[in-house]
């Protein structure tokens, strides 16, 4: 069982920044792949970026490569997403979560979500 609770979600002028955090519990957390996600309203929920347990490897959406990186702390058990040169289509909640896959970008390959966390980028 994994629990994660996101946080540093907020209000943000365009070309801002925000570092998201996403902190996990559970014993098994060092051996799952992370994957943050994001829904805006009225659409669906999209994968953003993922990364390995190791955090050796790390995988993007197009629109957001080059800006977000992803990196995890096993000794924290936390999960970072930093967001650099926001843009008002950043805007949405964002979501960690946890899957035993090796690697991937679907929805349902992922067991485990936080409760999410708002981002809103104003231009």
């Known amino acids: 069982q994994v629990q994660l609770v996101e946080s540093g979600g907020g209000l943000v002028q365009a070309g801002g920044s925000l570092r998201l955090s996403c902190a996990a519990s559970g014993r098994t957390f060092s051996s799952r792949i992370m994957g943050w996600f994001r829904q805006a309203p009225g659409k669906e929920r999209e994968f953003v970026g993922g990364i390995s347990w190791s955090g050796g490897r790390t995988d993007y959406a197009d629109s957001v490569k080059g800006r977000f990186t992803a990196s995890r702390d096993n000794a924290k058990n936390t999960v970072y997403l930093q967001m650099n040169n926001l843009k008002p289509e950043d805007t949405a909640v964002y979501y960690c979560?946890?899957?035993?896959?090796?690697?991937?970008?679907?929805?349902?390959?992922?067991?485990?979500w936080g409760q999410g966390t708002q981002v809103t980028v104003s231009s």
């Open positions: 979560a946890a899957s035993s896959r090796l690697q991937s970008d679907i929805k349902r390959d992922y067991d485990y």
